[in-house]
Every structure is written in structure tokens, then in C-alpha cells.
């Protein structure tokens, strides 16, 4: 029998959900004949298992400490009294390897910046090259940096990832740098991954793309609109101005307009307002009007990648997720009302801007 008291990062979410994160290799069936049996209680009486579990409630499995083992993964090899030798073995260890994969990317993973951070969030820096999330089990990304660094910090414990892990929020493409959205809570989770689902937090990228796009410097404010489809098998999407496809927003303004010093090439840095937040939406919707980002290896332009590869050593595309701005905010999200946050250029936007000509030729 194991008798658990609801803390802050359990509390809002369904017993159901709950259990199946405590029993993460039962089946959901297991769960509600358990309910249905009374041999798992909600407060000390029946319960269904849609009930939103509060602060401090308590949730009693009368099962077997073996049942506990056989359906707890790693997770509740401690909650049991009687575990036999190699049984506690078997558990530690693979608690033990996912705790060193955190740390061993908090110390292996470089140049990851911590923006902001509260109770409930963390807004990371990640750098170009850096998965968001893993892509295949034992990867090191910026969610395996950012667990390691609260392990580090003492923000959280092993016993903590117990039953709630916390996650970024929002992902970028590899090579994309900039800005991350973190909850460190579930309650920060929550209410972070609704912001970000309605559209609420407005985020812009810096971004230079190929071509004379516009007027430098005329502050002129566009929308693009159109319907984007993914292709799995080659992980590309297509741009079009009619159905099929998610509808996507792009804003861009332009700021300013580069030639390299003696090659015909030409290029216009943006500011891009990202409205619909759809894979790759920036690098398609630039790439589909004719002017790709510098450096896209999926989208861009083969001769002037070869050309910023030789000259600035760029091997990916130029664009960087640079600030949030959050609307007024209650709740646990309240530090974050009204906040403006940024990222610095990365070292090479910056010396690919130095290292060209600012043109004063102007396009309509």
C-alpha cells in the first residue's frame, strides 16, 4: 500500500493522468478496475478518475508492492517496502542513467544563456546546433540542459522528476538560435503552453534573407498569408495560397539592405513576426516569395549558400528567435506581465553584418 499527498506539481491534472505517470506500464484499463475495486482511493473514498486532483489531496494504491514494481518503471521502486535486492537494483539504475544523461548535457551542452527565471518558468538562449528536444532516445538538447541545470541550481531534485518533468514549451529547429520558453512547474507548464497555443506571446526573429526585398529602412509593415503542408518522408513544407494545408500569418519589416563587397549578391535583413508559429513557416514563407534566408540548407539559394560558407563559414540558416513580449498576466505567470524579453544577436549575424557593405541602392 502507498498513500500519496498531492504536491504543486500534481495538482490541476486529472487521477487518471496522474496514475498513468506514477504507473507509466499499466494499462488504462488496469487503472479504472483498480478505481472501480476501491484498491485506489481518492481522499479515502471511491473515485472515477476525471476527478482534478487538488492541492494536498491524497491518492492510496492498496496493491502489492510487486504490482507497484511491475507497472512503476523507474519511478516508484521506493514508494515499496518489501523490494528484493535486484529489484531496487534494476530501478536505481535506470533512474541513475537518466539523472547523469541531465547532467552529463548541463556540463557537455555550451553556450546555453539563462534569460529570465521565476518560481514557475525559465526562458532560455539556446544556440545554433542545439536540438530543442530529443529526436531519438539518448539525444542531448536544450530540455536535457535544462533539467540538468535545476538539478545543478538545487530548483529541483531527483525525487522531484519523480512524477512531473519539466519541459520547454516551445521548440526551434536545430539550427535556429534564440529564444525558449520553459515551465519548471506544471502549473507554469500549463499556463505557458496556453499562451503560446493562443497566440498570445508575440515573438519576432531576426533574420537575413536572400535579394532586395523592399525598401531599406522604410519601416514598411507586411503580412504574408497562405496554407502550408508538411511532407514526413523528406521533413520539408510547401507554401501555397490556397487549401490544403494549416493557414499560417507571417509579419516581416525590413531594416536594412547588404551587398558583399565585390560579389553581385544582395540581401535584406527582416524583422519577422511570427503569428501562426507552424515548422519551419519563416524559412518556407521567405523561400516561396523568392527570397530564402542566408544559409538555409533546405530552402536557400545553393550558389549563395556556397558563398557564405566560404566567406563567413555559415553552414546554416541566418535566423534568431530575439524577443518575447508577454500581455498582462495573472496567476502564476503574473512576473512575466507586460515583460519584454531579449536575446543578443549571436556572434556570427553579427560579424556576417560587419563583414558587409550596407548598399544604398533602393528596390520598390
Known amino acids: 500500500m502507498v498513500t500519496l499527498e498531492i504536491e504543486m506539481n500534481q495538482a490541476g491534472q486529472r487521477l487518471d493522468k496522474f496514475l498513468g505517470k506514477y504507473l507509466p506500464e499499466a ?48 519511478l516508484s521502486a521506493q514508494e515499496t517496502t518489501r523490494n528484493t535486492p535486484w529489484q531496487k537494483q534494476n530501478h536505481q539504475s535506470k533512474s541513475d542513467n537518466t539523472i547523469a544523461l541531465y547532467r552529463q548535457a548541463y556540463n557537455d551542452l555550451q553556450d546555453v544563456g539563462v534569460i529570465y527565471e521565476d518560481t514557475h518558468v525559465l526562458v532560455l538562449d539556446k544556440p545554433a546546433g542545439m536540438l530543442t528536444q530529443q529526436a531519438k532516445a539518448g539525444d542531448l538538447s536544450l530540455n536535457e540542459w535544462m533539467i540538468g541545470y535545476l538539478l545543478d541550481t538545487g530548483a529541483i531534485n531527483s525525487q522531484d522528476l519523480r512524477l512531473f518533468h519539466p519541459s520547454v514549451c516551445n521548440r526551434l529547429d536545430r539550427n535556429t538560435s534564440g529564444l525558449v520558453l520553459c515551465g519548471k512547474t506544471l502549473p507554469g507548464s500549463q499556463q505557458l503552453s496556453e499562451l503560446i497555443r493562443t497566440h498570445q506571446i508575440r515573438k519576432f526573429y531576426k533574420t537575413l534573407c536572400v535579394g532586395q526585398l523592399g525598401i531599406a529602412g522604410s ?40 551587398g558583399i563587397p565585390g560579389e553581385k549578391f544582395f540581401f535584406t535583413e527582416l524583422e519577422v513576426e511570427l503569428i501562426t508559429g507552424k515548422p519551419h513557416q519563416i524559412r518556407a514563407h521567405l523561400s516561396s516569395m523568392g527570397h530564402p534566408l542566408a544559409g538555409d540548407p533546405k530552402y536557400g539559394d545553393v550558389h549563395v549558400n556556397r558563398l557564405l560558407q566560404r566567406k563567413f563559414n555559415l553552414h546554416w540558416q541566418l535566423l534568431h528567435a530575439q524577443r518575447l513580449e508577454f500581455p498582462m498576466l495573472e496567476g502564476v505567470l503574473t512576473p512575466l506581465s507586460g515583460k519584454i524579453l531579449q536575446s543578443p544577436l549571436p556572434e556570427i549575424y553579427k560579424s556576417i553584418l560587419a563583414g558587409m557593405k550596407a548598399c544604398t541602392h533602393k528596390s520598390g
Not at 57 to 66: G, H, M, N, Y
Not at 220 to 244: C, D, F, H, R
Request: aromatic content about 10%; overall charge positive.
Open 219 to 258: 519601416g514598411t509593415v507586411t503580412e504574408m498569408q497562405g496554407y502550408l503542408q508538411k511532407n514526413a518522408s523528406t521533413n520539408q513544407v510547401v507554401i501555397s495560397q490556397q487549401e490544403p494545408g494549416d493557414y499560417i500569418r507571417t509579419i516581416y519589416q525590413i531594416l536594412e539592405q547588404y
Open 27 to 74: 494499462p488504462v484499463s488496469f487503472f479504472y478496475k483498480m478505481l472501480r475495486k476501491k484498491n485506489i482511493t481518492l481522499n479515502g473514498k471511491r473515485a472515477e478518475g476525471k476527478e482534478i486532483l487538488q492541492l494536498k489531496d491524497r491518492v492510496t494504491l492498496w496493491l502489492a508492492d510487486e504490482t507497484i514494481l511491475k507497472f512503476g518503471g523507474d
